[in-house]
């Protein structure tokens, strides 16, 4: 078992070995201690909105950021996935395949000493963003039930964007959702293939897009999602996200802070 940080998500995986190359054949949602001194990572970092917002792309770097103080300075567009979460329901592998599909990906969190209400992001969870053509999205979402039962509250996921290309953007985003729910949501993570970074390609790289494989310092991440993946369990363990963490640090309407319409 070993630990990895894809794009800022943490999780532990089995990996069973075959020659060179490690194949996966287990997954837990988990955190732990990064490296730090010599064996640290390096992320790219960028500041916006006076320091309200941060972008911060951990893996397949550097983004082009330019343009993006503008954009966010701008009119903010929304669209709607369609794609609704419950209470106690894992969202787990949604983190991962935008993060694996998604070019451009990184992640978007909010200081909220300095929130003036510009985007909305839960406190403490970053959210999953793309940036392309001087345009960022985000997702976020909206609740659609509620209830004291946190089994029958339900929340949307939508994506908002900023920039001349924000609506293109969003609605790509939005489909790559659309695209979880319909073929990854009931089958859960997909195979991963650890080869050594200086390996050449092979049949699980070939025709694979760019956004299925992710270089690591030491290694090279194939992530196959398809019908082989192993089927979701029916319920969300201990620990993993779930709808019902989208309700933290989301005040009701009418607090002052910023609320979900």
Same mark, same amino acid.
């Given at each position: 078992?070993?630990?990895?940080?894809?794009?800022?998500?943490?999780?532990?995986?089995? $990996?069973?070995?075959?020659?060179? =190359?490690?194949?996966?054949?287990?997954?837990?949602?988990?955190?732990?201690?990064?490296?730090?001194?010599?064996?640290?990572?390096?992320?790219? &970092?960028?500041?916006?909105?006076?320091?309200?917002?941060?972008?911060?792309?951990?893996?397949?770097?550097? +983004?082009?950021?330019?343009?993006?103080?503008?954009? &966010? *300075?701008? =009119?903010? /567009?929304?669209?709607?996935?369609?794609?609704? =979460?419950?209470?106690?329901? %894992?969202?787990?592998? +949604?983190?991962?395949?935008?993060?694996?599909? @998604?070019?451009? $990906?990184?992640?978007?969190?909010?200081?909220?000493?300095?929130?003036?209400?510009? *985007?909305?992001?839960?406190?403490?969870?970053?959210?999953?963003?793309?940036?392309?053509?001087?345009?960022?999205?985000?997702?976020?979402?909206?609740?659609?039930?509620?209830?004291?039962?946190?089994?029958?509250?339900? /929340?949307? $996921?939508?994506?908002?964007? $900023?920039?001349?290309?924000?609506?293109?953007?969003?609605? @790509?985003?939005?489909?790559?959702?659309?695209?979880?729910?319909?073929? =990854?949501?009931?089958?859960?993570?997909?195979?991963?293939? &650890?080869?050594?970074?200086?390996?050449?390609?092979?049949?699980?790289?070939?025709?694979?897009?760019?956004?299925?494989?992710?270089?690591?310092?030491?290694?090279? +991440?194939?992530?196959?999602?398809?019908?082989?993946?192993?089927?979701?369990?029916? %319920?969300?363990?201990?620990?993993?996200?779930?709808?019902?963490?989208?309700?933290? *640090?989301?005040?009701? *309407?009418?607090?002052?802070?910023?609320?979900?319409?």
């Amino acid at each position: 078992m070993l630990p990895l940080n894809i794009h800022g998500y943490t999780r532990a995986i089995v $990996f069973e070995r075959q020659g060179e =190359v490690l194949r996966s054949k287990g997954w837990t949602y988990c955190g732990f201690v990064r490296d730090l001194g010599s064996q640290a990572h390096t992320a790219q &970092v960028l500041d916006l909105a006076n320091g309200q917002l941060q972008i911060r792309c951990e893996d397949g770097g550097p +983004l082009d950021t330019d343009g993006l103080e503008t954009a &966010v *300075a701008g =009119v903010r /567009h929304e669209e709607a996935t369609g794609v609704t =979460v419950g209470g106690n329901e %894992s969202f787990e592998t +949604l983190q991962l395949y935008l993060a694996t599909r @998604q070019k451009g $990906f990184c992640r978007l969190t909010l200081d909220p000493s300095k929130d003036t209400g510009l *985007a909305q992001i839960t406190r403490g969870n970053p959210a999953a963003a793309v940036v392309a053509e001087g345009a960022l999205a985000y997702l976020t979402h909206v609740p659609v039930t509620d209830s004291d039962d946190p089994d029958q509250r339900r /929340h949307e $996921f939508v994506v908002h964007a $900023f920039g001349d290309q924000g609506p293109t953007l969003a609605q @790509q985003f939005a489909q790559a959702v659309r695209d979880w729910d319909r073929t =990854v949501r009931d089958r859960g993570y997909p195979e991963l293939f &650890v080869h050594p970074a200086t390996a050449t390609a092979t049949a699980s790289t070939d025709g694979l897009a760019d956004e299925a494989v992710l270089t690591k310092r030491s290694s090279r +991440l194939v992530f196959t999602w398809d019908d082989k993946a192993a089927p979701r369990p029916g %319920s969300a363990p201990t620990g993993q996200p779930t709808g019902q963490d989208l309700l933290v *640090a989301i005040p009701p *309407a009418g607090t002052g802070g910023p609320a979900c319409a």
